[in-house]
């Protein structure tokens, strides 16, 4: 079974696939507020915008780091 592990700021939410990762290192690298390995959770989606957050994992070479928007609650 896949591992999957979800982070959100509201907007976004975060999904990393560690089996997938590469540890290329592009998100600690280009995002390093959002991903500090040496943090517990690891991934802060809080600490970017949208955009941002998702322009980085479109680069994400292997694949691990996905998105999907939350929906509004209204």
Known sequence: METK???SNGEV???WKPELCQ???ICVKTLPKVYN???RPWIKPENA???E???QINKC???ALSYRLE???K
């Open 5 to 7: 592990k979800e982070y």
């Open 13 to 15: 939410v975060v999904i």
């Open 23 to 25: 540890h290329a290192g």
């Open 37 to 39: 390995t040496k943090e």
């Open 49 to 51: 915008t949208a955009d």
């Open 53 to 55: 957050l998702i322009a």
């Open 61 to 63: 070479p292997s694949g």
């Open 71 to 73: 929906k509004e609650s």
